[in-house]
């Protein structure tokens, strides 16, 4: 494996690294290299190893799977007066 020594990190990017490493329980050189992986589309975020992206775009999966039944039929009463199909708009 390559060796790369980062210098001139920003203060407040060094303390989104630590802090990201402290909440994974995970050394800061494998966090960067999680996070370089996660920022380039090679490994979907908390992905066991190896697993490759089938998509670039993942930026909303923490929400996926999060509402509960009473929050999902909420939003689809929402929803409900955008979803009607008015024929004339299609011929």
């Known amino acids: 494996m390559?060796?790369?020594t980062l210098r001139k990190i920003p203060?407040?990017?060094d303390?989104?690294?630590r802090r990201r490493a402290k909440q994974?329980?995970?050394?800061?050189?494998k966090t960067v290299i999680e996070l370089l992986e996660e920022g380039l589309g090679i490994k979907a975020r908390n992905a066991p190893p190896n697993k490759k992206r089938n998509s670039l775009h993942h930026d909303l999966d923490a929400l996926a799977g999060?509402?509960?039944?009473?929050?999902a039929a909420l939003?689809?009463?929402a929803l409900a007066g955008q979803r009607?199909?008015?024929p004339d708009l299609w011929k």
């Open 84 to 86: 009607p199909i008015e």
């Open 2 to 4: 390559k060796v790369v």
């Open 24 to 29: 994974r329980r995970s050394s800061i050189n």
């Open 11 to 13: 203060p407040e990017l």
């Open 66 to 71: 999060c509402w509960t039944e009473q929050e």
């Open 75 to 77: 939003f689809d009463q």
């Open 15 to 17: 303390r989104i690294i």
